[in-house]
């Protein structure tokens, strides 16, 4: 369904128990982070804060379960915008052997030109009321968390033209606010408004760039989607609300935006300007993604509806808002991938703790040899796929939605010492594990249940078995850096451990982990997890989260061959902080996000008035215990 406005679409929410209005007065800065952190963990409604001190409420985890986002969808079920897909394409592509089979088309065609954007004259409702002097610090701006480098806009839909096509793009970069008319635009090098910056910097013309916030939700989640270059964001936004999105012009720029848009920020970019130093921000890995420099973004404009709504989101540590946004994106992509690309997988997963682009869970139809490392490829070289981490590819009945079912399988199918392939390739910016900047190590795991050919050893397969349990105090006896381990996995036949360690020397993890098969203690287990002293391992989810965030496969990863064709090969992982002096990391490394003691405290005393039932304990709570000394940047 298309939404009037973002105030329909609140409407919607809260007549479907979907959202609390906040009347106790709460301010931007860091403490509506707290709040929505303790309900976002749990699931929670959408809140509407109305007293900010701010002349707008601000709107926040509007999307926060999948309820919500199919809400936002206008959908039941998310799969049923991949079968419409699947279904539109199979319809286009199909053998057209007769003139009835061409004319039944038409329907479809006509219903397709319906969804194209289109721009209509005259003002939009986004231009109700325009500022006389343009002035970002009149919107409540979040300060997400205590490190920050100041406020940040975190939903906005930035709009773009390539200077030699007039192609447009949609795309959601955060904004850090330094001044009344200056922000920063944190475009990444391999994104597309990137792209049309370096043009405009070849022309030495001045971009121009408009922001929309608010309006129909499709908007937002369309400048999040991973089109192809070239297919506009608003025929995918049109396609998902069955009605074409309505454009206006913006007032100072020549760029057009959606005409239902609670807020439009119209400004330019000069190539020919110095860069500013954006950040650090609370990223949605869960760490601080780095202060580095950007462009200056320049606002000619503000305009705005009557009683607009200031939309918001916070990331960090997940379970966020984002992660529902991001299982919108592997349910509609699937059919498009499927049908383009790699017609042998049947479904994906991008687990929440792999934070989007650090893992990715592939289940295929297999029917040969090699296959699984066909797939792997194929989607490594597939657009925002590339900066995959971690690809696992599985086969079979295993239900790749059920965490625990695809572990055991992993366990079972996998031979550590064949079946873990590594590679280099382009790595997502904000990875604070690569030695070198957006460039580093990736791995493919063939979970798949084996062909004979893709076997160790001719012989047929010897069934192995795997330990249920592991003798932690014989192991702590003789590797006293161990500080915890947890082998609860094993219980669920799951060959699987994590081990603690406080590193106090160069090369530590390989050499405990070379010992410790050495020392006979972990033959019957095929997989260590390596983490720091100060991360609770006792909550796997966490550990997992930890662990893809911290390694570069290629270079962490220490494979143990077998002895014998009897016996298991084994794997571990390093998933603990680098540091110059003892793993020669050169860049700097992050801390993981924590709210303040302050304000937790505040927030715990407004709790009772805030209408959100029985009190929530801050995640951060946990956290801080965590965090290493210094900053953002971690200093020891």
Known sequence: MAYKNLQHFIDTLEKAGELVRIKEKVDPKLEITEITDRVSKQYGPALLFENTGYDFPVLINSMGNYKRMCMALGVEEMDDISKEIESLFKTLTGPKDTILDKLKMLPKLGQISSWMPKTISGKGTCQEVVMQNPDMTKLPVLTCWPEDGGPFVTLPVIHTKDPLTGIRNVGMYRM?????????????????????????????????????????????????????????????????????????????????????????????????????????????????????????????????????????????????????IGKATERI???????????????????????????????????????????MNSLWGAGQMMFTKMIVVVDGDVNIQDNAAVAKYISENVDPQQDFIFTSGPMDVLDHSC???????????????????????????????????????????????????????????????????????????????????????????????????????????????????????????????????????????DGTRKTKELDGFERDWPNILANTTEVIEKVDEMWPRLGLGELIKSPSLKYQKQLYKGGAVVSE
């Open 333 to 375: 992509f699937l059919a498009p991938i499927k049908m383009t690309m790699v017609p042998e997988i049947v479904d994906m997963v991008l687990p929440m703790e792999g934070v989007f682009h650090n893992l990715a869970i592939v289940k295929i139809r297999k029917d040969y040899p090699g296959q699984a490392m066909k797939v």
């Open 176 to 324: 850090q606010v330094f001044e009344p008319q200056l922000t920063g635009m944190h475009w990444h090098k391999h994104k597309v408004s990137a792209r049309h910056f370096q043009e405009y910097k070849k022309l030495g013309k001045k971009m121009p760039v408009a922001v929309a916030l608010g309006g129909d939700p499709v908007y937002t989640y369309a400048a999040t989607a991973p089109l192809p270059d070239g297919i506009d964001e608003y025929m995918l936004a049109g396609f998902l609300r069955k009605k074409k999105v309505e454009l206006v012009q913006c007032l100072t720029q020549d760029v057009q935006v959606p005409a239902d848009a609670d807020f439009i920020i119209e400004g330019y970019v000069d190539p020919e300007e110095d860069y500013i130093w954006e950040g650090p921000f609370g990223d949605h890995t869960g760490y601080y993604s780095l202060a580095d420099w950007y462009p200056r973004f320049h606002i000619t404009a503000i305009t705005h509806r009557k009683n607009a709504v200031y939309p918001a989101t916070i990331v960090g540590i997940p379970p966020q808002e984002d992660a529902w």
């Open 435 to 573: 030695s070198k900047a957006a460039f580093g190590g990736k791995m493919g795991i063939d979970a798949t249940k084996k062909h004979p050919e893709e076997l160790r050893t001719n012989e047929e397969k010897v069934s192995i078995k795997t330990a249920s349990a592991i003798n932690k105090e014989a192991i702590k006896i003789q590797n006293p850096a161990i500080t915890d381990m947890n082998d609860s996995l094993l219980q669920l036949g799951i060959s699987l451990i994590f081990i603690s360690v406080e590193k106090t020397k160069p090369d530590q993890i390989e050499e405990l982990n070379q010992n410790l098969f050495k020392q006979g203690l972990l033959d019957e287990v095929k997989i260590v997890l390596y983490l720091d002293h100060t991360i609770d391992i006792s909550d796997t989810a966490d550990a997992v989260w930890r662990f893809a965030n911290n390694i570069d496969p290629k270079r962490d990863a220490f494979v143990v061959k077998a002895k014998n064709n009897q016996s298991l090969s084994h794997i571990g992982f």
